[in-house]
């Protein structure tokens, strides 16, 4: 899905990633693998011109079928990861994984992805997900696959942020979710502030993993569409990944913002692929 920002090229992400050897790195690791295809998502140039909020209904539509999709495959004792695309389809996956039980989710990215219709600047969506999580803005996007909110704030983690728009930064501040900044990251050392994050959602027996790979530095994944510079380095996510597998209660997770067109050799696609394996179980010895 391409439908929740301006700049085009993320709808290719999904092949970027199979392309990458995403099912082979998982079989390797012990793991039976159904690739589902691509669930169906409108043309982009099929819809209204203007783009942003205008691609709301198309946007609530695909992640209604998201949502049906991740409760089946947790219903049937499988972990889902949902490649995508923008990060949009979180509202979808998140909330389909979480149907029947609670679950924490560790949001790993640049933006905070907690503006509304009324506060974001650009009108883009896929900076509108964990807000609609957690109840707020559009009513259609927030009551997908069941009514109201789907998160609360002891259930949610930020890690890697460094970029928020103005009013963006109120609302996070005033949510209650727990936020790591990259400047924290910096001050006290990535294993410090991953496994205190994990002991946060330490209530809670499942874990649900958003990864944008815009949390990554740009110089190590430049095939992203809203880089930042200054994020984690490529040893600092594998770490992340690996201290987050010691836990093992992962049971689903969104890999996020790949764009081939911007990237270098499906560069950032290939480090998809190993964070994905790290998270997973994938060790060194």
């Known amino acids: 899905m391409d439908?929740?920002?301006?700049?085009?090229?993320?709808?290719?992400?999904?092949?970027?990633?199979r392309y990458a050897g995403l099912s082979d790195r998982l079989h390797r690791l012990g793991?039976?693998?159904?690739?589902?295809?691509?669930?169906?998502?409108p043309v982009r140039d099929t819809l209204p011109s203007e783009?942003?909020?205008?691609?709301?209904?198309?946007?609530?539509?695909?992640?209604?079928?998201?949502?049906?999709v991740g409760r089946a495959a947790v219903a049937d004792d499988c972990i889902p990861i949902f490649i995508g695309g923008d990060h949009s389809i979180a509202a979808g996956a998140i909330g389909g994984v979480s149907h029947d039980e609670p679950t924490g989710v560790l949001w790993i990215d640049a933006h905070g992805d907690y503006n509304t219709p009324d506060t974001s600047p650009s009108g883009n969506l896929h900076g509108m997900p964990l807000a609609t999580l957690m109840g707020l803005g559009a009513p259609e996007w927030v009551n997908v696959g069941?009514?109201?909110?789907?998160?609360?704030?002891?259930?949610?983690?930020?890690?890697?942020?460094?970029?928020?728009?103005?009013?963006?930064?109120?609302a996070i501040k005033g949510s209650g979710v727990t936020v790591y900044t990259m400047r924290e990251i910096d001050e006290?050392?990535?294993?410090?502030?991953?496994?205190?994050?994990?002991?946060?959602?330490?209530?809670?027996s499942r874990i649900h993993v958003s990864l944008d790979m815009d949390s990554l530095d740009p110089s190590e994944a430049p095939g992203v569409g809203t880089p930042v510079p200054g994020g984690l380095t490529y040893r600092e996510a594998h770490l992340l990944m690996e201290i987050v597998a010691d836990v093992a209660r992962v049971g689903s997770m969104d890999v996020v913002e790949i764009n081939p067109i911007l990237d270098s050799q499906n560069?950032?696609?290939?480090?998809?692929?190993?964070?994905?394996?790290?998270?997973?179980?994938?060790?060194?010895?």
């Open 188 to 204: 006290r050392g990535l294993a410090t502030v991953a496994k205190e994050a994990l002991k946060r959602l330490s209530h809670l």
């Open 31 to 41: 793991y039976g693998i159904e690739d589902q295809g691509n669930i169906e998502t």
């Open 267 to 285: 560069h950032t696609a290939k480090i998809a692929v190993e964070l994905i394996a790290s998270l997973l179980g994938q060790s060194i010895l």
């Open 146 to 170: 069941r009514s109201g909110p789907k998160l609360d704030a002891s259930q949610v983690v930020l890690i890697g942020i460094r970029d928020l728009d103005p009013q963006e930064r109120k």
């Open 51 to 68: 783009g942003g909020l205008a691609f709301l209904p198309a946007v609530v539509n695909v992640c209604e079928t998201i949502y049906q």
């Open 3 to 17: 439908l929740g920002q301006s700049r085009r090229g993320v709808d290719m992400g999904p092949s970027a990633l």
